[in-house]
DNA sequence: AATTAAAGTTTGAGTAGTCAAACTTTTTTG
DNA sequence: CAAAAAAGTTTGACTACTCAAACTTTAATT
């Protein structure tokens, strides 16, 4: 079984491999994301390597293997189903649950895990909108758009938050941006870069560019 | 805060001052508990011993500091939630639940312990029947005698099997020894060192005295 | 009391993970 | 394209945990 600290480092490489265009991730993101050093990250990469976990050359990208991206499905798959469970049946915080799922997912066992998915009726998405793989490493990502890329007038809907950070988190659940709200792109303005949306019954509120990325939605 | 091997190291340590007349427990039970070598143990009370969790002198008895039975509580606390949520909610085995929660107990913040908690209903004793320290540490033990201790026609309740050995509690499961079940002494036979008792609509079973003694009854 | 067994300790070594700092390679940019 | 910046690597050292094996102390037995 892969370590907790080996676990960390293959989830944070298939987020950085997914966001980037070139399908490899580097030293210096990887670094960053997990809070250690250049150095440190290089010599789990020579590990991790060694395990057949990644594909890595000298001073070159890192890509996961067949192996390491199996791993990292299964965690990203026990991250998601704590999540689903700690807001679903503990109602605790939309914003704070990533956190709490970040320790909890390396102690699960297969075992509890299932039974936790079955309680759960096998949750498709997390409260985030993140799909969740089922036990065999199957995503199904629903088709969606940045709400950032919708223009004025569009009716949507919002399918999922891309952002795990707690305080954007925050953000969101105050202005009532969760997955399965329904949306109105009231106007967009390309030279301030932002654009006002208001929900369903709520009031019109003013997106960054940024923000609205973040915000994945369907149309309706 | 501790770490997870600190902790077992702790918790094993409660439990051996608790089951021992002097009050102290020794390195060479101590490593078996834990599956370490002597040497081993023998370098972690020092460590222990310099953080103020235990209190030992070369060659002598080890016993828990009031620091160090704190966090005794709080490990017990934490792993007796979690044993009876894997029974209650998740339908796990009796006799399973020890293991699993062995892995969990320490990834459980204090603020998920509290809503599982609540979300339990604040449960005194876990399926075994031992008693779950409250948030503060208070430990109310009900007042029990052990089976062996019996004569014969007594009439008694079942309130804590006290051994977590997975094949016990599969005896005991299997024989219908479980927390609030009454029983009916029907012989005690010393010279034999066992007893037969019969559970409400069961059939007489026979215990070796030594089995008898990890069921703790309460007269009704 | 002398011997043996058990309990406890020390030493030297190894793995997993980490840092700081010096260093090399690649990429960016004036 | 040359200089600077960024990315990546290496080295030496440290903490936490572990073992095997030699060793010392205490307890048990003859």
Redesign the pocket.
Known sequence: MA????EN?IKALYALCRESPSGEA?????AQE??????????????LSLARLVK??????IALTAKGNKIALDVMRRHRVIETFLVRILKLDWADVHEEAERLEHALSPRILDRLDHFLGRPSTDPHGDPIPDAAGNVSEARSKPLAKCRARERVRIVRIKDQNRSFLKFAADSGFMPGVNLVVQSVSPQSASLVVRAARGKPVTLSQIAAAKILVKMI
């Open positions: 370590t907790e600290t080996v480092y580097g030293v210096a993101r990887l997990l809070g250690v050093t250049k150095g440190t990250a290089t010599s789990m990469i020579k590990r890595a050359e000298p001073y070159s990208g």
